[in-house]
């Protein structure tokens, strides 16, 4: 039996991020050949979904051996769940620590050589402070959105903006997944170069709570790469 085209994208549906549930909303074909169109919803223990998706995207196949699969995706920490017209509390996955579980799931359907863009345009807090983050020099890997990305599996993380005469569309955080080993050396070193060049830097009293956040990531990132890397770079010497 011939396999769905897009098998990787509906297994997202049922994954668990501890008590509760993603859920695939309809999948549309766009113009594209090869995209859907998706929306991701999350299911609390009662089967109640939240009113707004916690993600909104468009998912590809690629072409052949040219293009991986890759995602280009609107992201939502903040949620509603509804229940007989009554609102409860706004649920927001960050501080309940489900944002490292659901892009660990996106990350899982990307294959090597595949990507992954992340819009930080919304007005959420993690859309700001990705924001804030850029503007006062911090890496993108160790950004708030950035380094979710990270660590779901993408080895090289970049800021990506392509001007296209006025179908830009919003600003991202875009991953990339290594094809092969010696890709991925390439990517932990240059990571790496780029998060120890951040932490020789003189901090700075008005940016504190970002700086501190971006200290803890660049950290806990230094302790992937040094797992995973096998170059000549001497990491441990900084």
Same mark, same amino acid.
């Given at each position: 039996?011939? $396999?769905?085209?897009?098998?990787?994208?509906?297994?997202l549906?049922?994954? @668990?991020?501890?008590?509760?549930? #993603?859920?695939?909303?309809?999948? +549309?074909?766009?113009?594209?050949?090869?995209?859907?169109?998706?929306? *991701?919803y999350? !299911?609390?223990?009662?089967?109640?979904l939240?009113?707004?998706p916690? &993600?909104?995207?468009?998912?590809?196949?690629?072409?052949?051996?040219?293009?991986?699969?890759?995602?280009?995706?609107?992201?939502?920490?903040?949620?509603?769940?509804?229940? $007989?017209?009554?609102a409860?509390?706004?649920?927001s996955i960050?501080?309940?620590?489900?944002?490292?579980?659901?892009f !660990?799931? *996106?990350?899982? &359907? &990307?294959?090597?050589?595949?990507?992954?863009?992340?819009?930080?345009?919304?007005?959420?807090?993690?859309?700001?402070?990705?924001?804030?983050?850029?503007?006062?020099?911090?890496p993108?890997?160790?950004?708030?959105?950035?380094?979710? &990305?990270?660590? %779901?599996?993408?080895?090289?993380? +970049?800021?990506?903006?392509?001007?296209?005469?006025?179908?830009?569309?919003?600003?991202?955080?875009?991953?990339?997944?290594?094809?092969?080993?010696?890709?991925?050396?390439?990517?932990?070193?240059?990571?790496?170069? !780029?998060?120890?060049?951040? *932490?020789?830097?003189?901090?700075k009293? %008005?940016?504190?709570? #970002?700086?501190?956040?971006?200290?803890?990531? %660049? @950290?806990?990132?230094?302790?992937?790469?040094?797992r995973?890397?096998?170059?000549?770079f001497?990491?441990?010497?900084?």
């Amino acid at each position: 039996m011939k $396999r769905d085209k897009f098998f990787l994208l509906k297994s997202l549906h049922g994954k @668990r991020l501890d008590s509760y549930t #993603l859920h695939l909303g309809e999948i +549309k074909q766009l113009k594209m050949s090869g995209w859907r169109g998706f929306k *991701l919803y999350l !299911q609390d223990s009662l089967g109640i979904l939240s009113k707004n998706p916690v &993600i909104r995207g468009i998912y590809s196949i690629g072409r052949k051996k040219e293009v991986k699969p890759w995602m280009d995706l609107e992201y939502h920490e903040e949620l509603k769940f509804f229940k $007989r017209e009554e609102a409860k509390d706004k649920f927001s996955i960050s501080s309940q620590g489900f944002g490292r579980m659901l892009f !660990q799931c *996106l990350g899982d &359907i &990307i294959p090597p050589g595949g990507h992954l863009m992340v819009s930080y345009e919304n007005r959420q807090k993690i859309h700001i402070n990705t924001v804030k983050s850029l503007n006062i020099g911090i890496p993108p890997v160790v950004t708030p959105l950035g380094f979710l &990305i990270f660590i %779901s599996g993408f080895q090289h993380i +970049k800021d990506w903006y392509l001007a296209e005469g006025g179908f830009e569309g919003p600003r991202k955080i875009w991953g990339e997944k290594a094809p092969d080993a010696s890709w991925a050396q390439t990517f932990y070193e240059e990571t790496a170069k !780029q998060i120890l060049q951040f *932490l020789k830097r003189k901090p700075k009293p %008005s940016h504190k709570e #970002l700086e501190e956040s971006a200290d803890r990531c %660049s @950290r806990e990132a230094l302790g992937i790469i040094k797992r995973n890397y096998r170059g000549n770079f001497n990491i441990e010497a900084y």
